[in-house]
């Protein structure tokens, strides 16, 4: 797909890299993921490390990145890939050493790089010392971890005490004859739920965050946050008829094991830990899988945000453009007043972004990221348009695959989003000098790569480096919102400001060609300068001025800039007559969200 990138935009200011004493530096950040195993392996051992992390943070700056998280780091048996962890204070020798990490920080705050690591609380590994100090019912790990009898069958053994199920399938809970009861695993039969209404593991997991704040890092991704509180009545959960399976997740309603009223005092506990540190503002996000009131419930707990999947989990390749602008106006419009907004394109549990929507559309969903308002968040590959790749049942890993069997693995595994990062077409894509890696190298990664991508202006990397840019302009920062559907296939929106310009993007994410007129925007003769396009063609003029109408063919994006006192058109703009055509405009702090009639009448249908 040929692009066209017009750089014409010497008046466009940016914004320094992230301050220090900007106590708000994360509100409209970029954000990207780092799966650690994948990203970069500096000793040959086949695994991604520290060391390779610290060795290629300049790719981070030259992506316009402002804070990067750490999928988990620590001490594991890796039988959830990290997520299952024996020591929440230390570094897993497979990562490196803590030197190591400290060295990252150091290297990352140099380059004005936040660091945010991954918390996860709701489980341990069963190989932390506090799972083995209950196991033999030591004071006080005996009510570290939920520990139930079970109920006396006929037979005279004990049956789990209710019908909850894994995430990973199966009972949520395991016997153990040490203790003859039952531990409740909401995840893996390796990762014990911990104990929240015990006040010493409360103390203890916000040590933890102490500990990682005191070694400098700039705040927390925090895992799984839904399922830190169960219901103490330990009730049957009502059955949700999807499924006659109760080993499948889908069998009960989870209306006990997820949501429930602790966890947001859990949540609002770290935020008064973050809170003791009032040099700099620390911060932290959460993972929340939930409807949109018990998600946005998190902004008024304590969290900065909780993550926006609705592009993970609301659209695919057959979303219509009403469908993405609903989205967009979902949590625009739900979240609490004067928060900052965030959208996620991607992550690891998930398939990568060029899969799901197909490499045309992902360079919408890109854009939409990228340039609506608040935080952006990137997983590491997503920038260079990976894959997924596709893993034989011998070589996969991830317990998710492994427990649904080599018939039904393919669905179910999340390794194909997981494989090594694609540097340059050398040996292992360059990721290792290793031929052997941990999960093996796409295919692809002759052309699929950033240095190959450096070099093409058509490539994914060279869009998403142009777009990431265009972030970080005043116009992005501060921008209000004005979202509309130009027809039933063209989304577009606006970030408009009074003094510094306006951008405008626009999206057929329709099959066909689709000739809109731009000037529902902004009908004065002031002319529009192309910034970015694709594919190229001459439907989709350089500049526009009073007639904005062009014909975008099917799955275009095109994003023009109205640049006050732009060099580019070398003339001076009237101040922008604030002259939109809004029927309703909510504000949310900084950002002032338009819609029109036409735009809500679509987005009804
Ligand atoms: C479990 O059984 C033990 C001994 O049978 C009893 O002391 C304890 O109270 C029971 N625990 C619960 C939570 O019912
Ligand atoms: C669980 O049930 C759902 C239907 O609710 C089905 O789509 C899914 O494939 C099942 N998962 C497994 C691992 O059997
Ligand atoms: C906070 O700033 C003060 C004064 O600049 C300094 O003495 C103190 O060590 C800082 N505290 C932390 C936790 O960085
Ligand atoms: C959202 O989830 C909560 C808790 O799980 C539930 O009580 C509530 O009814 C749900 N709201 C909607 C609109 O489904
Ligand atoms: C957004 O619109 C409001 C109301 O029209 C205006 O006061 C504000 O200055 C605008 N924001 C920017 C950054 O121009
Ligand atoms: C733009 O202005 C022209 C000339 O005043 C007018 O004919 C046209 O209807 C306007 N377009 C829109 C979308 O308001
Ligand atoms: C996106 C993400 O980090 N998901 C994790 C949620 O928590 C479970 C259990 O810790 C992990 O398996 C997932 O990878
Ligand atoms: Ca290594
Ligand atoms: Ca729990």
Redesign the pocket.
């Known amino acids: 797909m040929k692009a066209v990138i017009v750089f014409c935009v010497i008046s466009l200011s940016m914004v320094a890299g992230s301050d220090q004493g900007n106590r708000d530096w994360w509100r409209t950040m970029s954000l990207y993921q780092i799966y650690p195993r994948s990203f970069k392996d500096s000793d040959g051992d086949g695994v991604g490390d520290l060391a390779g992390i610290t060795s290629k943070l300049d790719h981070l700056s030259e992506s316009n990145v402002d804070a990067f998280w750490l999928s988990p780091i620590y001490p594991s048996p890796m039988v959830d890939f990290g997520y299952d962890i024996s020591d929440f204070e230390s570094i897993d020798p497979v990562f490196g050493t803590m030197e190591d990490f400290e060295k990252l920080v150091a290297v990352a705050h140099a380059k004005s790089l936040k660091v945010i690591v991954d918390f996860v609380p709701n489980h341990s590994s069963d190989k932390h010392e506090w799972f083995q100090k209950s196991l033999q019912n030591i004071e006080p790990y005996n009510d570290f971890y939920v520990w139930q009898n079970g109920t006396m069958t006929e037979n005279g053994y004990f049956a789990p005490p209710n019908n909850w199920v894994s995430v990973f399938g199966g009972p949520a809970w395991t016997w153990r004859d040490e203790r003859q009861a039952y531990y409740l695993h909401q995840f893996a039969p390796e990762q014990p739920d911990l104990n929240y209404n015990n006040e010493g593991v409360v103390q203890e997991m916000q040590n933890v965050l102490r500990f990682w704040l005191n070694k400098g890092v700039d705040g927390f991704r925090i895992d799984a946050v839904p399922f830190i509180s169960e219901d103490v009545r330990y009730l049957d959960e009502p059955l949700t008829g999807r499924t006659s399976d109760p080993k499948n997740y889908t069998y009960t309603q989870k209306i006990y094991t997820t949501d429930q009223p602790r966890t947001y005092e859990i949540v609002q506990g770290w935020r008064g830990v973050l809170d003791e540190y009032t040099n700099s503002s620390k911060i932290m996000m959460v993972e929340a899988y939930a409807n949109t009131s018990m998600t946005m419930k998190y902004y008024v707990s304590g969290a900065h945000f909780p993550f926006n999947f609705g592009m993970i989990t609301d659209v695919n390749q057959d979303s219509t453009a009403s469908d993405f602008n609903n989205l967009i106006s979902k949590w625009m419009s739900n979240m609490p007043h004067g928060n900052a907004a965030n959208w996620v394109a991607g992550n690891h549990d998930k398939s990568r972004l060029v899969t799901r929507f197909g490499a045309e559309r992902a360079r919408a969903v890109t854009l939409m990221t990228l340039l609506l308002p608040g935080i952006s968040v990137t997983y590491n590959g997503e920038e260079i348009g990976m894959k997924d790749t596709w893993i034989s049942w011998e070589d996969t890993k991830d317990p998710q695959g492994c427990n649904a069997g080599k018939e039904r693995y393919e669905t179910n595994s999340r390794d194909p989003a997981r494989t090594p990062f694609q540097w340059d077409n050398t040996v292992s894509a360059g990721f290792s000098t290793s031929s052997k890696t941990w999960l093996p190298v796409n295919g692809n990664y002759k052309t699929v790569n950033l240095a190959t991508e450096k070099g093409d202006p058509n490539s994914y990397y060279s869009f998403y480096e142009a777009v990431s840019k265009l972030k970080k302009s005043p116009i992005v920062q501060?921008?209000?919102l004005t979202t509309k559907l130009l027809n039933e296939n063209v989304l577009s929106f606006a970030r408009?400001?009074?003094?510094d310009g306006s951008v405008y993007a626009i999206m057929n994410l329709g099959k066909e060609e689709e000739t809109v007129d731009l000037s529902v925007f902004d009908n004065l003769s002031r002319q529009w300068n192309l910034y970015y396009a694709t594919p190229v063609t001459d439907s989709i003029p350089k500049t526009l001025a009073m007639y904005k109408k062009i014909k975008l063919p099917s799955s275009g994006i095109a994003i023009y800039l109205s640049n006050k006192g732009s060099s580019c058109d070398g003339r001076k703009d009237e101040t922008i007559v604030?002259e939109s055509h809004s029927v309703i405009s909510y504000t949310f702090g900084?950002v002032?969200i338009v819609r029109d009639e036409w735009t809500k009448k679509l987005a009804n249908v």
């Open positions: 501060n921008g209000n408009e400001t009074l003094n604030s900084k002032n």
